[in-house]
Antibody
Framework: QVQLVQSGAALQKPGASVKISCKTSGYTFINYYIHWVRQAPGQGPEWLGMINPNGGSTSSGPKWLGRVTMTRDTATNTVYLEVRGLTSDDTAVYYC?????????????WGQGTLVTVS | IVLTQSPATLSLSPGERATLSCRASESVNNYLAWYQQKPGQAPRLLMYDASTRATGIPARFSGSGSGTDFTLTISSLEPEDFAVYFCQQRRNWPPLTFGGGTRVEI
């Protein structure tokens, strides 16, 4: 079955960076986009960007340009999200999600989430 | 595109019908999805393209609408349906955007 397994919780100081991994299995890695979404406590989800594992091209929301980097490793079927210049506003659960059954932009398989605390 | 969901909270009993609204600040055609989220869990895709149920989603969930006004209906609430529901558009990206959510509570 499709699985996305993310790295563990992280505690970072303001101004630091965090890198989160998302290891996929159960499907052909290069066939489906991976999106990154975060959710602050009590808030709706917020989209950070997406990566096409087939070639590695990325797209981010304008808010995130210059602050986030998404990469992938086809040898291990893993994608990575790096967020730089962390502030307390970046404290949130970060999810990776795959868009498969509904097309490229509907997220139907999710990782378990990675809590990033900036303090 | 800003998505506004209403009401913020819906208080209902099992067996009742739930009607949730999502309004877009401009037309998204039918490029709208609905997600369900329970505490401590990732969101779960329920509907996409406004009215297509995702794999494994029960028939009591239905979606309708186009343009700027959309509705998610749960015909008869089961105990496991009490959760938070979000809408999401893909018409105009980047970015993909989500609504603020509707909590369906007992």
């Amino acid at each position: 079955q499709v699985q996305l397994v993310q790295s563990g919780a992280a505690l970072q100081k303001p101004g630091a960076s965090v890198k989160i991994s998302c290891k996929t299995s159960g499907y052909t890695f290069i066939n489906y986009y991976i999106h990154w979404v975060r959710q602050a406590p009590g808030q709706g989800p917020e989209w950070l960007g997406m990566i096409n594992p087939n070639g590695g091209s990325t797209s981010s929301g304008p808010k995130w340009l210059g602050r986030v980097t998404m990469t992938r490793d086809t040898a291990t079927n893993t994608v990575y999200l790096e967020v730089r210049g962390l502030t307390s506003d970046d404290t949130a659960v970060y999810y990776c999600a795959s868009a498969q059954g509904g097309g490229d932009f509907y997220l139907d398989h999710w990782g378990q989430g990675t809590l990033v605390t900036v303090s | 595109i800003v998505l506004t969901q209403s009401p913020a909270t819906l208080s209902l009993s099992p067996g009742e019908r739930a009607t949730l609204s999502c309004r877009a600040s401009e037309s998204v055609n039918n490029y709208l999805a609905w997600y369900q989220q329970k505490p401590g869990q990732a969101p779960r895709l329920l509907m996409y393209d406004a009215s297509t149920r995702a794999t494994g989603i029960p028939a009591r969930f239905s979606g309708s609408g186009s343009g700027t006004d959309f509705t998610l209906t749960i015909s008869s609430l089961e105990p496991e349906d009490f959760a938070v529901y979000f809408c999401q558009q893909r018409r105009n990206w980047p970015p993909l955007t989500f609504g603020g959510g509707t909590r369906v509570e007992i």
